[in-house]
């Protein structure tokens, strides 16, 4: 089945069930299953995906980007860059006279100026901007919560890591992947904590959960962020 709103068209299989409510799902390719008790007309199923549309769309479109892989990025003027969990369309300035290439953030633009414009260039520029902002937000999100832990890092630092987010060695010493600053502050958070726990139990024990979801309740939240967001993390 298809359904067109608010100039789009989705295209639906519709299951009826043994069940009390619609519900929408989307499967692992982008596909979506609306799941509806039996008897239920189509005009109230259509109703019930018009008021979740922007939802569903959102979701398929996540879905199907992940399948196509890390975006290809084209440094042009407008073209939109995570930071803190938002996109923001990016500015690309010529500037002979500076010494160094660097990003500004101005809450709408993230405003770049380098000495030439190459790919490459803004390519490091903005790396350069998420590792400083990536170290300022973690070691403020260490300080608010040394609150719940006896024990210090030793030390912290920004890495490039393609495996993890976040690691904890048995000295204590954190490390923290740059791309955490394309996510949300409540996510970096989480992520802060779940090294800081580290600290204390080196293993992914139930005591070490049992102390993450002490101080973040809702970590399962933070996680799923990141597995649905990191295809989209990228420069």
């Given at each position: 089945?298809?359904?067109?709103?608010?100039?789009?068209?989705?295209?639906?299989?519709?299951?009826?069930?043994?069940?009390?409510?619609?519900?929408?799902?989307v499967?692992?390719?982008?596909?979506?299953?609306?799941?509806?008790?039996?008897?239920?007309?189509?005009?109230?199923?259509?109703?019930?995906?018009?008021?979740?549309?922007?939802?569903?769309?959102?979701?398929?479109?996540?879905?199907?980007?992940?399948?196509?892989?890390?975006?290809?990025?084209?440094?042009?003027?407008?073209?939109?860059?995570?930071?803190?969990?938002?996109?923001?369309?990016?500015?690309?300035?010529?500037?002979?006279?500076?010494?160094?290439?660097?990003?500004?953030?101005?809450?709408?633009?993230?405003?770049?100026?380098?000495?030439?414009?190459e790919?490459?260039?803004?390519?490091?520029?903005?790396?350069?901007?998420?590792?400083?902002?990536?170290?300022?937000?973690?070691?403020?999100?260490?300080?608010?919560?040394?609150?719940?832990?006896?024990?210090?890092?030793?030390?912290?630092?920004?890495?490039?890591?393609?495996?993890?987010?976040?690691?904890?060695?048995?000295?204590?010493?954190?490390?923290?992947?740059?791309?955490?600053?394309?996510?949300?502050?409540?996510?970096?958070?989480?992520?802060?904590?779940?090294?800081?726990?580290?600290?204390?139990?080196?293993?992914?024990?139930?005591?070490?959960?049992?102390?993450?979801?002490?101080?973040v309740?809702?970590?399962?939240?933070?996680?799923?962020?990141?597995?649905?967001?990191?295809?989209?993390?990228?420069?």
């Amino acid at each position: 089945m298809k359904h067109s709103y608010s100039g789009e068209t989705i295209h639906f299989e519709l299951k009826y069930k043994n069940r009390k409510s619609i519900g929408v799902y989307v499967d692992g390719y982008g596909n979506l299953e609306v799941h509806a008790p039996k008897g239920t007309q189509e005009e109230s199923v259509f109703e019930f995906l018009e008021g979740h549309w922007d939802k569903i769309i959102q979701k398929s479109k996540e879905v199907k980007g992940r399948l196509n892989g890390p975006q290809i990025k084209s440094y042009q003027h407008g073209e939109p860059f995570l930071y803190l969990g938002k996109s923001f369309p990016i500015e690309v300035h010529h500037s002979p006279e500076i010494t160094q290439d660097y990003v500004t953030f101005n809450n709408e633009i993230l405003n770049i100026q380098v000495k030439v414009i190459e790919d490459e260039r803004i390519k490091q520029a903005l790396k350069r901007f998420y590792y400083k902002q990536c170290k300022s937000i973690v070691e403020k999100s260490i300080s608010s919560h040394q609150q719940h832990f006896k024990t210090k890092p030793r030390s912290v630092r920004i890495s490039d890591s393609r495996t993890t987010w976040g690691t904890c060695d048995g000295r204590r010493q954190l490390t923290f992947n740059w791309k955490l600053a394309m996510s949300p502050l409540e996510v970096i958070d989480y992520v802060v904590v779940h090294e800081m726990c580290h600290m204390v139990h080196l293993n992914h024990d139930r005591s070490f959960w049992r102390l993450v979801g002490k101080i973040v309740p809702d970590y399962k939240e933070k996680e799923r962020w990141l597995a649905d967001s990191s295809w989209k993390m990228t420069v």
